[in-house]
């Protein structure tokens, strides 16, 4: 057991965690050591930084090309009126800064990309997938896939989302002679292959997106990270939780991984990010 070096002030700040068997001050340690890189600092950012922040995880990066803008705030939590016209990113950080200075904030101005999520993803623990686009998810799932990076994923579409927790663990698995699935958890392009064409979905911003939606969703997409780094509980592994908030439903559907999965299928056609065109169609998410 490593040596415990929580002080009275991170044992009175996280005293509800320590008191539970299934975390103790063990646990704890391991959330203060964790890292997290959250990308997207917009409606399913906020509540996963807030509360991710406020269990003690040491260090957060936060990746966000984007100023807050007003209408933003019915849902972008971590954001305030005060902060319209600042990048995401210094706004989010300064939220964490004031709820716990034992959190180190790395910020990352900037759109992710093929040429740069190798150098930011390799800085941390756990991927927290909270954008607003397809380009950006299926980049992160290729990259997390090719690394054994966990992603969790989370995606919202006006009253509806899904979240599902991507370990990317294989193991070294292979397909067995027969050609059977193996035992390997699926990633995103195991459920869907490919982004959907430019322009086939609807518009973002014109969608519209209940403001609470991606608090439920974005909370329990930090829950399975914590989980992921404590090391317990039943991961959203295989599993995709779809929650409808008009009909107040939550169906969890297994999947599995696919052999013909284009990245890790048997004979995949995606060996680098680089391979691959991700700009393009605008969201179901509507962040
Ligand atoms: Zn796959």
Avoid: W
């Avoid at 086939?200 to 909370?219: F, R, S």
């Avoid at 992921?228 to 991984?257: S, W």
């Amino acid at each position: 057991m490593s040596e415990l070096r929580l002080d009275a002030t991170q044992l009175d700040r996280y005293s509800r965690h320590v008191i539970m068997d299934e975390i103790g001050p063990e646990g704890q340690q391991r959330l203060l050591e964790g890292s997290v890189l959250v990308v997207g600092a917009g409606g399913l950012g906020s509540p996963a930084i807030q509360y991710l922040a406020a269990a003690g995880i040491g260090r957060l990066g936060i990746v966000d090309d984007d100023v807050v803008e007003r209408s933003n705030l019915q849902r972008q939590i971590v954001h305030g009126d005060d902060d319209v016209g600042r990048p995401k990113v210094e706004s989010a950080a300064d939220y964490v800064a004031a709820l716990n200075p034992d959190v180190d904030v790395d910020t990352y101005e900037m759109r992710l990309s093929a040429a740069n999520v190798a150098d930011l993803v390799g800085e941390y623990d756990v991927v927290l997938d909270a954008s607003d686009n397809f380009g950006t998810r299926y980049l992160l799932n290729d990259h997390c896939v090719l690394t054994g990076t966990p992603l969790s994923h989370g995606a919202i579409y006006r009253f509806e989302g899904q979240v599902t927790m991507f370990t990317n663990d294989r193991g070294g698995n292979e397909a067995d002679s027969e050609g059977e699935a193996t035992d390997d958890p699926p990633c995103y392009r195991c459920i869907f292959p490919e982004a959907p064409e430019p322009g086939t979905v609807p518009d973002c911003a014109t969608t519209g997106v209940l403001g609470v939606l991606p608090g439920t969703v974005g909370c329990i997409q930090a829950t399975e990270v914590v989980k992921y780094l404590l090391g317990k509980g039943d991961l959203l592994e295989g599993r995709l939780l779809m929650y409808d908030a008009m009909g107040m439903t939550f169906d969890t559907v297994d999947v599995l991984q696919n052999p013909e999965c284009p990245v890790c299928g048997d004979e995949p056609e995606i060996e680098s990010v680089e391979d691959v065109a991700y700009e393009g169609s605008c969201s179901i998410s509507a962040d």
